[in-house]
């Protein structure tokens, strides 16, 4: 999914690497599995913490005016510029205050030592490779519950909270095992089904809804000599990226749960074996575009950009990440999964979309209070519209796109998030059980039955296996949905 080093078998997909990629678009973060092993010493007592200002509607958080405040950056996809600005707005507001900004590709390297002498910053964008592992500091008491931020009044409207003006799931992201919230996710991606709107235009067809339809969609492309599907072959922990949502969908949400919750047997749903049947359906009918399982993310999508293929199942980077080879003309849109029919639990439209991009204020900061301001700063809608004008990216704040020139995929998923309403689906299993999501269920699982090695049945059979082996592992950290 971006550096080499997301293929290698060992490093988390998704969340940790794909911000590294130049200039991606709407990236997630995944725990970094034995991170921080080192941070089992709490610090230092941390007995010079600034003092508290005093608390006034201007000033909801109580932050000292005169205090320092650190704030450490990761530099990556995203670059900078956007925190800079948001660091203006910051210094503004407390003139007599000085503020500490950083940025490095190093977290782990850089911060881990100063959480274990009691020193770290005010506020941190803990990502990239080198990100720390969120269970272990969330373990270790090393991070400042956010309730406070996300009761506060909101920077624009004072009559709402900030947590009223977050994009679905945000706060349970931010969650571990219920309450209190330690993350401040501030990206947001859409994951779903990508395409060409003028190829689709070019066959006389709409986006399907049915699964019916969709097979109908995928003949007419093959006559046409465009395979319906292409999807990273040697990475096929992309399949969930439309998989998992349309299960939620045929099934409902509690089957994504059940999966997430390592429940026995959630894998044997009647939703999960009619998905896998259908997918099954584009191997067998020859929808799929000759010599995908052998193709990466980037070959992948670079035949899908050429039209090789019709559909693709990715998360809204894809955007950016294939901005060289994307037609000026290609009309890129994004939709939820299909579904089966008419008997599905959710309706078309359900869709993936989950936070990215974590923040997180130190317990042991000197100045909390002055890193949860700064995050207030940057979830009001002109620092939201910043960062989406500068990253084609959305962000937590839901809002902050109204005139802005919105790239075709970014307006796509603006319209598919409108359109899902309060059918959006976060599946936790990319984050809980990085090991499971990528390698056992999408490589030996997924991977072996859309290369037509495994039947629907054999894969369902080996993922549940997988799965009931990690419910049992004691040295992996188990969470649940509340």
């Known amino acids: 999914m971006g550096s080499t080093s997301a293929h290698n078998g060992r490093e988390s997909v998704g969340r940790r690497d794909l911000i590294l990629r130049s200039a991606a678009l709407g990236l997630v973060s995944v725990p970094a599995v034995g991170f921080l092993s080192a941070c089992a010493s709490s610090g230092g007592d941390s007995e010079d913490k600034a003092e508290s200002g005093k608390k006034t509607k201007a000033n909801p958080l109580g932050v000292n005016d005169t ?8 530099d990556g996809g995203f670059g900078k510029e956007y925190a800079e600005d948001a660091v203006k707005v910051y210094e503004q507001k407390f003139p007599k205050a000085s503020v500490k900004f950083s940025a490095t590709q190093k977290i782990q390297t850089t911060l881990q030592p100063r959480f274990n002498q009691g020193t770290p910053p005010d506020l941190i964008d803990n990502s990239g490779a080198e990100q720390m592992d969120m269970g272990v500091l969330v373990g270790k008491k090393q991070l400042a519950d956010l309730t406070p931020l996300l009761d506060a009044p909101s920077y624009d409207d004072p009559a709402k909270k900030v947590r009223d003006t977050l994009r679905p799931g945000i706060v349970e992201m931010g969650q ?6 330690w993350i401040m996710y501030y990206a947001y991606t859409v994951y779903g089904v990508w395409y060409s709107q003028k190829a689709l235009d070019s066959l006389d067809e709409q986006y399907p809804e049915t699964w019916d339809q969709m097979l109908a969609v995928c ?45 026995p047997n959630a894998w044997k749903h009647p939703a999960v074996k009619a998905c896998f049947e259908a997918y099954y359906e584009l191997y067998k009918k020859g929808y799929i575009l000759r010599g995908t399982p052998g193709l990466d993310h980037i070959q992948s999508q670079t035949a ?9 199942p990715n ?10 080879v994307i037609p000026a003309d290609f009309d890129l849109a994004v939709s939820g999964p299909t579904g089966l029919d008419s008997s599905d639990k959710l309706p078309f439209g359900a869709i993936w979309a989950s936070g990215g991009e974590p923040f997180i204020v130190p317990a042991k900061a000197k100045n909390p209070s002055g890193g949860m301001e700064q995050l207030r ?23 902050g796109t109204d005139g802005i020139e919105l790239t075709p995929g970014l307006k796509s998923g603006v319209a598919a998030l409108d359109k899902a309403g309060d059918n959006v689906l976060n599946p936790r299993l990319q984050d809980w059980y990085v090991q499971l999501n990528k390698e056992q269920v999408g490589v030996s699982g997924l991977g072996e039955m859309m290369a037509g090695r495994l039947t629907p049945a054999e894969a369902i059979k080996k993922i549940q296996g997988f799965a009931d082996t990690a419910a049992k592992d004691s040295s992996i950290k188990h969470y649940k949905h509340q």
Do not use: C, H
């Open 304 to 312: 899908w950009a050429k039209g090789k293929a019709l559909f693709i």
């Open 315 to 324: 998360g809204s980077w894809v955007e950016n990440e294939s901005a060289n």
């Open 67 to 74: 205090a320092q405040m650190e704030f450490v950056l990761f």
């Open 176 to 181: 571990f095992d219920g309450d209190p919230v």
């Open 377 to 399: 700063i940057m979830l009001s809608e002109a620092s939201s519209k910043n960062f989406t004008s500068k990253v084609k990216s959305l962000t937590a704040f839901n809002g």
């Open 219 to 263: 003949e007419k492309a093959k006559k046409k000599g465009m395979a319906g599907w292409t999807y990273a072959g040697k990475y096929p922990y992309y399949l969930p990226f439309s998989l998992f949502p349309m299960i939620g969908k045929v099934g409902g949400r509690e089957v994504l749960d059940a999966i997430d919750n390592l429940e």
